[in-house]
């Protein structure tokens, strides 16, 4: 049982736009930065959004990041089928002093 | 270029201990925190622990019984030490380097962990 909360899978056709959402607590969304990442298959992470909305050099701006109260969102514009992967929210607990990820969610470019 | 290389042991009895080594190569060492993040086959991300820039550790509440990480800033390595593994152990282990705000930037290329007897 992950400490934040993603939905397993989520879908959409090339072109189109998707969001991911990630809920925690105030111990730990509601308090810290939220980070993002992207998994291809057999590969590490990627970080993809930094401090909640920030995206490191190279990353493309159809990838954004929101938060509000104690639930983020990743944003993905511009679908393209080499978007399929398993993203992940990350931040630090401030309760257990420790870091904490979401569970993952599939994303299925259709 | 940051790149982190990290070595050990992929295989392992019960009750062994698990050794890992993470090296930094292309950037400081020091004034960062560096962590251990595993993933089970088929599942989401684990964070084990971290070495901060200050040295001191800080472990999942979790494994914290289980688990040493250490930095030697001589050689700009940290490492993570895993005892008395069982199979709920087996997993791929990533290096990481935790950013000056938020965030692991830069990741190891993983190490796959096999606990059977």
């Known amino acids: 049982q992950s400490v934040l909360t993603q939905p397993p899978s989520v879908s959409a056709a090339p072109g189109q736009k998707v969001t991911i959402s990630c809920s925690g607590s105030?111990?730990?969304?509601?308090?810290?930065?939220v980070s993002w990442y992207q998994q291809l298959p057999g590969t590490a992470p990627k970080l993809l959004i930094y401090?909640?909305?920030k995206r490191p050099s190279g990353i493309p701006d159809r990838f954004s990041g929101s938060k509000s109260g104690t639930s983020a969102t990743l944003g993905i514009n511009g679908l393209q089928t080499g978007d399929e992967a398993d993203y992940y929210c990350?931040?630090?607990?401030?309760?257990?002093?420790?870091?904490?990820f979401g569970g993952g969610t599939k994303l299925t470019v259709l | 270029q940051v790149q982190l290389q990290q070595w050990g042991a992929g295989l392992l009895k019960p009750s062994e201990t698990l050794s890992l080594t993470c090296a930094v190569y292309?950037?400081?060492?020091?004034?960062?925190?560096w962590s251990w993040i595993r993933q089970p086959p088929g599942k989401g991300l684990e964070w084990i622990g971290e070495?901060?820039?200050?040295?001191?550790?800080n472990y999942s509440p979790s494994l914290k019984s289980r688990v040493t990480i250490s930095g030697d800033t001589s050689k700009n390595q940290f490492s993570l030490k895993l005892s008395s593994v069982t199979a709920a152990d087996t997993a791929v282990y990533y290096c990481?380097?935790?950013?000056?705000?938020?965030?692991?930037?830069?990741w190891g290329q993983g190490t796959l962990v096999t606990v059977s007897s």
């Open positions: 990481a380097r935790v950013g000056s705000t938020s965030g692991w930037w830069y």
């Open positions: 292309g950037g400081s060492f020091s004034g960062y925190s």
């Open positions: 070495i901060t820039h200050s040295g001191s550790p």
């Open positions: 105030s111990s730990n969304i509601g308090k810290n930065y």
């Open positions: 401090d909640d909305n």
């Open positions: 990350g931040t630090w607990d401030s309760s257990l002093y420790a870091g904490v």
